[in-house]
């Protein structure tokens, strides 16, 4: 077994890396760290537990440290706040430690990978440049934003038709913000047309750095032109997103659906323990994707999307969803793990 930490472990993103890893196969939760406030209180009373599967006793009795590499093992998740990422997760990695984040602070970074095993996994050849680059001995891989991640899927099996203009509305979960998040004053019977902290640019610029090439040791993003619209609604978890996009091949419906469904990458080849057997699953009924009934399909590790048809503007529309703290975060992360160890990159 390799010995994980868990950087900001009381949050909504902490608690679903502690969930998830409960019973993994190569991974075992022995370190958290969060901030001041809760360093060296026991963990169940630093963290406001907020998902339905109980907290594993033994993780509810782990004082939690301080966010200082000291006494962390060498692979830590990291879910901290961006404005406290920056200069934890740059410590860490210089003390050795392989970060593993959903933060937004270094994904934009020339020698940081923005990893989807699926999508993009050569993406991982950046880390040879990342030490010399950034004077670490260690390193940081990233997960993309949590609706870049819905997107960044359902389009990667449709570069093949060359991808030229993405449109996306989001409709986005509360779990999303954090906890407590937005007040349930603000979101109740209500949609809220802006999401802060760069939301629309994020997935803008992610997904085309996801979807891009690399060459002589960095990434070429990928041409298609995105355009994004975040909102927030009152859904607990799933972020789903509206999308147009306009090809250069011309492929009808049934390839579109068949590029979706055969759709499969290095987790499923390398069947690691959290990856999804479809990495995207369409369905037919005109009804469908629906957070309630589609975020949590395989482990909350699936994107599944439906209602495609003709887009009078572009040439075609359809509706993607994802969870948003499983694909979108600590199941991300825990994936690009795994990719790595199997890759003998820990
Ligand atoms: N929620 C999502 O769907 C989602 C998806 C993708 C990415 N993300 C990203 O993941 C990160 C965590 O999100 P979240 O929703 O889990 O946020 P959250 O619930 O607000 O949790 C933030 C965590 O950061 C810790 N923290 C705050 N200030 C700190 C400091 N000065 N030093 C050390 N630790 C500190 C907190 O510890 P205390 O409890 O001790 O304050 C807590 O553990 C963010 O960067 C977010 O953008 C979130």
């Known amino acids: 077994m390799i010995d994980v930490g868990i950087l900001g472990a009381t ?3 902490g608690q679903q890396f502690i969930a998830l890893l409960k019973g993994h196969p190569w991974f075992r939760t022995a370190w958290l760290g969060a901030s001041e406030r809760s360093a060296g209180k026991l963990y169940r009373e630093a963290c406001a537990w907020r998902l339905p599967s109980p907290l594993d006793e033994n993780v509810a009795r782990v004082v939690v440290d301080a966010a200082v590499p000291d006494r962390a093992p060498k692979l830590v998740f ?3 706040d961006s404005s406290v990422a920056g200069e934890i997760e740059a410590a860490f990695a210089k003390s050795g430690r392989i970060i593993v984040s959903n933060a937004r602070n ?4 020339s020698t940081v990978p923005l990893l989807i095993p699926e999508v993009n996994p050569d993406h991982l ?3 040879k440049a990342q030490g010399d680059a950034c004077h670490w001995s260690g390193h940081i891989v990233t997960n993309p934003n949590c609706a870049a991640v819905v ?3 359902a389009l990667a099996p449709l570069r093949q038709f060359g991808l030229q203009k993405t449109l996306i509305t989001t409709m986005q979960a509360i779990s999303g913000a954090g906890y407590p998040g ?4 603000d979101i109740l019977g209500n949609v ?7 939301e629309e640019e994020k997935i803008e610029t992610e997904t085309k750095k996801m979807l891009g090439a690399v060459n002589k040791g960095a990434v070429d993003p990928h041409p298609v032109v995105i355009s994004a619209t975040t909102t927030r609604v009152p859904v607990q978890n799933g972020h789903t997103g509206v999308v147009s996009i306009a090809l250069e091949q011309k492929p009808d419906a049934a390839a579109i659906i068949d590029a979706w469904r055969t759709f499969r990458g290095e987790p499923q080849r390398l069947e690691l323990p959290s990856a999804p057997p479809q990495p995207i699953v369409y369905l037919d009924e005109s009804n469908r994707p629906q957070p309630a009934l589609d975020a949590a399909r395989d482990g909350g590790m699936a994107v ?3 209602r495609l048809r003709r887009c009078p503007v572009l040439d075609w529309k359809f509706v993607g969803l994802g969870h948003n703290t499983i694909r979108g975060a600590a199941g991300a992360a825990i994936l690009n793990a795994e990719l790595m160890h199997r890759q003998g990159l820990l």
Do not use: F, H, K, N
């Open 11 to 13: 949050g909504m993103v």
């Open 78 to 80: 990291s879910g901290l």
């Open 106 to 109: 270094y994904r934009m970074e």
């Open 125 to 127: 050849q950046l880390l």
């Open 151 to 153: 997107l960044a899927i």
């Open 182 to 185: 937005v007040a349930s004053w």
């Open 192 to 198: 809220i047309p802006y999401i802060g902290g760069g």
């Open 304 to 306: 599944t999307v439906g």
